[in-house]
């Protein structure tokens, strides 16, 4: 079977000292074909173990089923080395995936300042915020001897007064 293992290695550590770490135990479990391509340091998502570079690399080879679950546990071992591992079956119908770059990303006030406009069934339909405002008033000025709704209002003081509690 046709195996791809990705892997974000630590960027503490030397680069080659990783990558032949990675070599070593895929020769360990008799993988043949071994392909490498490196795809250099790269900013993480998100900190691994307080690091936010890894050091990427992607093996192609051939090996038997059980190779797999060996080649995850030895990698597993390695957690000051290697930080992320990923191992995928590849099927001969398969291309590898082609990356795209992005030219330019638009900052948010250019997309608002832009006029948006999608075409539907060869019209242009403007897209436009639908915004209802609906309000409500009530009289602020309270009635004699009560609040702003109409009823008396009494203080906790006067309240107590009147039970006899001071």
Do not use: H, W
Not at 127 to 132: E, P, R
Request: charged share 35%; aromatic share 6%; proline share 2%.
């Amino acid at each position: 079977m046709t195996y791809e293992l990705t892997v974000v290695a630590s960027c503490k550590l030397d680069s080659d000292l990783s990558f032949s770490k990675v070599e070593k135990v895929l020769k360990g479990v008799n993988a043949y074909d071994i392909a490498v391509e490196r795809l250099g340091r790269k900013m993480l998502a998100y900190p691994i173990v307080k690091q936010t570079e890894g050091e990427y690399f992607v093996f192609n080879f051939e090996a038997e089923g059980e190779a797999v679950k060996k080649i995850s546990e030895a990698l597993r071992l390695e957690q000051e080395a290697i930080l992320r591992y990923l191992i995928i079956k590849r099927t001969e119908g398969t291309k590898k995936p082609q990356v795209q770059e992005v030219s330019k990303i638009p900052s948010v006030s250019q997309i608002q300042d832009e006029q948006v406009s999608r075409v539907i069934k060869g019209k242009t339909e403007k897209k436009m915020a639908k915004v209802t405002v609906k309000t409500i008033t009530k009289s602020k000025v309270p009635a004699k001897g009560g609040s702003a709704y109409g009823g008396k209002v009494k203080s906790q003081s006067q309240e107590r007064v009147k039970k006899g509690k001071k």
